[in-house]
C-alpha cells in the first residue's frame, strides 16, 4: 500500500530533550515535506526536500532541523524543543516538485511541556 | 495581505444544496492549484487539483480556476453530511517564482446541515 509513514504519533516531552519524527515514504517520491498546523494558523511549511541531500527552509524554520540521506527518509529534528513547538505536525510527499499532489502521513501531535 | 486566502467559515448548506468554496491566492506565477478535505484530527487528503485555467470535474467536486483574477474555487454538488470537513485550499509555483512550497490556506469549515 502507498503510504507516508509517521512516528511517533503522539508524544509528550519537556523543554530542551532533543527528539526526532521520523518519516518514511514507499512510493519513490522525490518531494518531500514537514507541515505543522495550528489552530487558526493552517499547515505551514517548516522544511522541504526536492531530491537526497537537497533540502530548503520553507515559512517556519526556526528550531528544526531535517536530513534526507535517502530517497524515501526525511526526518524532523527537534534539538532543543520549546513550548510553542506544541503542534500537530504532518509528513508528506510528491512525485514532481510542485506539480503532483502531496500525500500526507497521519500526523505526529507533539506536546512539549 | 496572506498569499493563500480563504473564508474561514463555517459554511452551512442543507443536504443536497451546492456548496461554494472560495480561495484567493498573491502570487501570479502559482503553477499548481489543489483542494484537500480535513476531517478533525486528520491528515489532509485530496479532493481535486487543477493547473490550467476553466473548470474541471470529477463527480459531485467541480474545481474552477481563473489566473487573470487569480481565483480559485470548489463546488460540491448534492452536498452530503459526510462532506461536512474543513477544505484546504494550496498552490505551488512550480518553481517559476524561485520557490516549491506549497502555500496552504487556513481552511473553510463546511456544515452540510440533515
Known amino acids: 500500500e502507498a503510504q507516508v509513514t509517521q512516528n511517533p504519533r503522539y508524544l509528550i516531552t519537556v523543554t530542551g530533550k532533543k527528539l526526532t519524527v521520523t518519516c518514511s515514504q514507499n512510493m519513490n517520491h522525490e518531494y518531500m515535506s514537514w507541515y505543522r498546523q495550528d489552530p487558526g494558523l493552517g499547515l505551514r511549511q517548516i522544511y522541504y526536500s526536492m531530491n537526497v541531500e537537497v533540502t530548503d527552509k520553507g515559512d517556519v524554520p526556526e528550531g528544526y532541523k531535517v536530513s534526507r540521506k535517502e530517497k524515501r527518509n526525511f526526518p524532523l529534528i527537534l534539538e532543543s524543543p520549546s513550548p510553542n513547538q506544541t503542534s500537530l505536525y504532518f509528513c508528506?510527499?510528491?512525485f514532481g516538485v510542485g506539480a503532483g499532489e502531496l500525500f500526507f502521513g497521519e500526523g505526529s501531535r507533539l506536546t512539549v511541556l | 495581505q496572506k498569499e493563500v486566502e480563504q473564508n474561514s467559515g463555517p459554511l452551512s448548506v442543507p443536504e443536497g444544496a451546492i456548496a461554494s468554496l472560495n480561495c484567493t491566492y498573491s502570487?501570479?506565477?502559482?503553477?499548481?492549484f489543489f483542494w484537500y478535505r480535513q476531517y478533525s484530527g486528520k491528515s489532509p487528503e485530496l479532493i481535486m487539483s487543477i493547473y490550467s485555467n476553466g473548470d474541471k470535474e470529477d463527480g459531485r467536486f467541480t474545481a474552477q480556476l481563473n489566473k487573470a483574477s487569480q481565483y480559485v474555487s470548489l463546488l460540491i454538488r448534492d452536498s452530503q453530511p459526510s462532506d461536512s470537513a474543513t477544505y484546504l485550499c494550496a498552490v505551488n509555483g512550480g518553481g517559476a517564482s524561485g520557490t516549491y512550497k506549497y502555500i496552504f490556506g487556513t481552511g473553510t469549515r463546511l456544515k452540510v446541515l440533515a
Open positions: 502570487d501570479r506565477g502559482s503553477q499548481s
Open positions: 508528506a510527499s510528491s
